[in-house]
């Protein structure tokens, strides 16, 4: 009766010990990245908050229509219309340590584009896919604006509910239907200035 007891008890403590081991190892896992989520299908009944909804708004810059303007603090694209006005956008942008500035300019456009993450995505999140075909499952959405010969790019999402947050790895992402419209209205080579902060 007590070699039972002892066996009992032994299979026990063996038994939490394996649970403890898995939860453990499950923890240290990386986990996937909010973001990147390849297969995903958009839910496009998602309903952006009226902030960052595309609208017309007042816009006071010396920049010439037609310019975009990524303001990231804001999580807002801008494209200037001129007349002190400017076409609004509501964007997902970079997250901590992925933020960052400068000015480019629209190097090619592509709908519905394959995604290929860059070598220092893939050693971040060695879960992704090494490439992966554009189609309504690709973290990239249905088109893709490519600034310059950066690996960053404004494009489309499978995940609109991340819009208005930071969570990318310093793309910029718009709703698929936004991203559609700006496609059709920004030509190859147009300037896009990246600010952190707001003008003064």
């Excluded at 499950?26 to 990147?36: K, T």
């Excluded at 297969?39 to 908050?49: K, P, R």
């Excluded at 009226?50 to 920049?63: C, G, N």
Aim: hydrophobic content about 40%; overall charge positive; proline content about 8%.
């Amino acid at each position: 009766m007590i070699n039972i007891r002892r066996l009992l008890g032994f299979q026990l403590v063996a038994a939490v010990s394996l649970m403890l081991s898995i939860t453990q190892g499950l923890a240290q896992q990386p986990r996937p990245d909010v973001g990147d989520e390849p297969g995903l299908i958009a839910d496009d009944s998602v309903q952006l908050e009226p902030e960052f909804q595309k609208q017309m708004v007042l816009y006071r810059t010396t920049e010439a229509p037609g310019t975009i303007i990524i303001a990231t603090s804001e999580r807002h694209l801008y494209v200037v219309q001129g007349n002190g006005r400017a076409l609004r956008y509501g964007i997902g942008v970079g997250r901590d340590g992925f933020q960052w500035q400068g000015l480019l300019k629209i190097s090619r456009k592509a709908e519905w584009p394959d995604w290929t993450p860059p070598p220092e995505m893939i050693a971040r999140q060695p879960y992704l896919p090494r490439f992966m075909a554009g189609g309504p499952g690709n973290p990239l959405g249905a088109r893709a604006l490519y600034l310059g010969a950066t690996v960053y790019r404004i494009h489309g999402t499978n995940r609109p509910d991340t819009i208005g947050t930071a969570v990318s790895s310093g793309c910029f992402r718009l709703v698929n239907a936004d991203v559609a419209d700006l496609y059709d209205r920004i030509p190859v080579g147009t300037k896009v200035i990246v600010r952190q902060k707001p003008e003064i």
